[in-house]
């Protein structure tokens, strides 16, 4: 009797435990480019929770609406999301990095299509810059919170690569070329 009701408790138990989790919600984002169209992404909040609802919660609030590209690098990627529009600003406020150079399992990989979080070298110091892979670089894995990929519009990112002029090796590109994020859309998706 003894073993079975010691049986029954444990099972209530991991029924409770398993009840109480939180359901990861899912997204799409849509990110419209001025003169170029739309680059649409399904955001992966199982792998990178913190970092798809900060992102999510940026565009929400129209956050990236008006902000451009400001560092652009061909067979690289492109980045944007940064108020400064020359890769030091950000919202006002910073979040865990979601990697595992950090402590956190992510086995999302730098691949062709997958945005990830811009940082310093504070680990932590992620905030509202993004980036979007053109090409494959494993060599950013475990380094940067990846946290979804491009579905659709990879044309586009191809297409501000090859129309960018930077100004220096680190893709730099001048206020005036940096191509407008009119706005990102997101919805919340059920599949």
Known sequence: MKKLLTILCSLVLCISLFGCQK????????????DYGTITLKLDGKTAPITVQNF??????????????HRIMKGFMIQGGDPNANGTGGSDKTIKGEFKDNGV??????????????????????SSQFFI??????????QYA??????????IVDQ?????????????IAESKQ???KTIKVSEIND
């Not at 359901?23 to 001025?34: H, N, P």
């Not at 501000?160 to 730099?172: K, Q």
């Open 56 to 69: 999510v919660d940026l565009a929400e609030s129209g956050f990236y609406d008006g902000l451009t590209f």
């Open 23 to 34: 359901e990861t919600k899912k997204y799409i984002a849509k990110i419209e480019v001025e």
């Open 105 to 126: 399992k992510n086995n999302i990989k730098h691949k062709r299509g997958v945005i990830s979080m811009a940082r310093s070298s504070d680990y932590d110091s992620a």
């Open 146 to 155: 990846a946290f979804g990929h491009v579905t659709k519009g990879m044309k």
């Open 160 to 172: 501000i690569c090859e129309d960018a002029d930077p100004m220096d090796d680190n893709g730099t």
């Open 133 to 142: 892979m053109q090409e494959d670089n494993d060599s950013l894995d475990g």
């Open 179 to 181: 191509p407008v994020i």
